[in-house]
């Protein structure tokens, strides 16, 4: 009987070189080292900071211990922040059941090759491109009270940005002008790159085209749709920059973000209490984050 041979397995780290392994380590290593430098270093130092008083202006010899004591002037000696915090669960609820679902509309529509689509779709997605400040100019051409657009064709005087109990619906209408070009691209993208014969199977099938966009699909669409839902969270939450430009999120546009602005580098510079706002908006959304997670994941398995 001939004797059977086995050739000993060899080592896979034999195959790279000293080089490549140098690489592959440069490759993990300096991500790992940007992100714990630039997101985790700054968030830890954030939720430490938020237990302490500190004016940011002496020497960390003047970081004054308090524990919990700043979470709890927030939600009784601090008024703004019940406001802002409403204010942006209203924000998010807005993108989410107004301005998102359009862009998702009008991405159907212009899907359909209509005549100068191109047009709209350069039209729709222009005002993301544009900065928050100059977006925050122009409508305020449209919302100005005596020279302003809506005035004008209506015959009123309405102070849009002025007025507290309607300037902040004014300002989620221009953020969501942009959000909805942006949505709106996102999902044309995914709808282009949709098989044509899962819509030329339903035809044949005899689907209508709101039956075959709702049962095929938007299920086909899933990463997409789960893209959409987490930008469309993120816009919500970090909502500030309109509201800044407006009046610095004052008199009906307080924001969390705003706040945590004012807090740290406004006149007050109360570091340690800023810090407990960003802390809180911090763990609003990691939740949003760990709901995505559990989705993403959930859908691989």
């Known amino acids: 009987?001939?004797?059977?041979?086995?050739?000993?397995?060899?080592?896979?780290?034999?195959?790279?070189?000293?080089?490549?392994?140098?690489?592959?380590?440069?490759?993990?290593?300096?991500?790992?080292?940007?992100?714990?430098?630039?997101?985790?270093?700054?968030?830890?130092?954030t939720v430490a900071l938020s237990l302490t008083s500190w004016d940011g202006i002496g020497g960390l010899s003047d970081i004054q211990w308090v524990g919990a004591r700043n979470y709890v002037d927030l939600a009784t000696i601090y008024p703004p922040f019940w406001p802002a915090l409403w204010h942006n669960i209203l924000w998010l609820l807005v993108l989410f059941l107004v301005f998102t679902p359009l862009g998702m509309l009008l991405a159907v529509f212009l899907d359909k090759e209509l005549r100068a689509t191109r047009f709209y779709q350069t039209a729709l997605y222009l005002?993301?491109?544009?900065?928050?400040?100059?977006?925050?100019?122009?409508?305020?051409?449209?919302?100005?009270?005596?020279?302003?657009?809506i005035n004008a064709l209506f015959g009123t005087s309405i102070d849009w940005y002025g007025d507290s109990t309607i300037n902040l619906w004014a300002a989620m209408i221009a953020n969501g002008w942009r959000?909805?070009?942006?949505?709106?691209?996102?999902?044309?993208?995914?709808?282009?790159?949709?098989?044509?014969?899962?819509?030329?199977?339903?035809?044949?099938?005899?689907?209508?085209?709101?039956?075959?966009?709702l049962q095929i699909i938007f299920p086909v669409m899933r990463p997409i749709n789960i893209i959409v839902l987490t930008i469309t969270f993120i816009e919500?939450?970090?909502?500030?920059?309109?509201?800044?430009?407006?009046?610095?999120?004052?008199?009906?546009?307080?924001?969390?973000?705003?706040?945590?602005?004012?807090?740290?580098?406004?006149?007050?510079?109360?570091?340690?209490f800023g810090s407990a706002l960003a802390t809180i908006m911090l763990l609003i959304s990691s939740i949003f984050i760990v709901i995505q997670l559990r989705v993403v994941l959930k859908g691989e398995r």
């Open 236 to 272: 919500g939450l970090r909502a500030f920059d309109l509201a800044w430009i407006i009046n610095r999120g004052r008199n009906g546009l307080e924001l969390i973000s705003t706040l945590v602005t004012t807090n740290v580098v406004g006149e007050a510079s109360r570091i340690g």
């Open 1 to 45: 009987m001939s004797k059977i041979t086995t050739r000993p397995r060899r080592d896979r780290s034999v195959l790279l070189s000293r080089t490549d392994r140098v690489v592959l380590g440069l490759m993990l290593g300096i991500p790992l080292i940007v992100v714990a430098g630039l997101v985790w270093g700054p968030a830890l130092v």
């Open 127 to 149: 005002p993301v491109v544009l900065s928050a400040a100059l977006v925050g100019f122009i409508w305020q051409l449209m919302y100005s009270r005596d020279q302003g657009l």
């Open 179 to 213: 959000h909805t070009g942006y949505i709106m691209l996102l999902y044309l993208s995914g709808l282009k790159g949709i098989d044509p014969s899962l819509r030329e199977a339903a035809a044949i099938d005899g689907a209508s085209q709101t039956k075959t966009y």
